[in-house]
């Protein structure tokens, strides 16, 4: 029922006029990559370096474990850049959505005052990370992430998105499910990422 309410006429024009110029700068960015899945990175890096050398690799596994995929040194060099960036994009949106927090429309900003108010009541020794974190689902799980990974739907985008910048956006996505617990953290074997310079900034948005 939340989400519905959601997708009404003020709340997709708060995310178009909050989101819009981040998911443009992604969306145009044709040769942008931020696949982080070591598997997908392990495919992705074969298949490239037998297109440039015009040679099929022998003697080596094509079908590696997630954890033998994400020990490899190479996928490894692909991946933490591509994190950073990830971090970055990641941001981006924060800085926006933060800065945005006067024109949330007053149906958002009262379901997240009742999350608030029924957390306390029901679970009166919740710490303000907990609740936080509850109010964080909610707005950014089921209000924001929806009209970042499907653009198009909410009128955020006019162009037509490759199956690239769909997983771009799904990768972004994917670590906004971190913040509503106040720690955005991806780990890809050794790749280790973590952000913590908004969280402040989030619990006192909440």
Known sequence: ?????????????????TLTDVLTRITSNPDLILEINPLKVFEWMINKKEAETGVVL???NRKPTAE???ENPDVQAIIKPRLQKVKEITDEFLSALIASLDTVPYGIRWIC???RLLTTERFPDATREQICSLIGGFYLL?????AIVTPQAFMLVETK???NTRRNLLVVCRAFCFFPRSLFSIRIGKVTL?????????HSCS
Not at 1 to 17: D, E, F, S, V
Not at 194 to 201: C, D, I, R, V
């Open 142 to 146: 089921r209000f924001v992430n929806p």
């Open 194 to 202: 973590f952000q913590h310079s908004n969280l402040y900034s989030l």
């Open 68 to 70: 033998e995929a994400s």
């Open 113 to 115: 005052r009742q999350i």
């Open 161 to 163: 998105l490759s199956a």
């Open 1 to 17: 029922m939340m989400t519905t309410y959601t997708r009404r006429g003020p709340g997709q024009q708060y995310l178009k006029a």
């Open 58 to 60: 022998e003697n080596i």
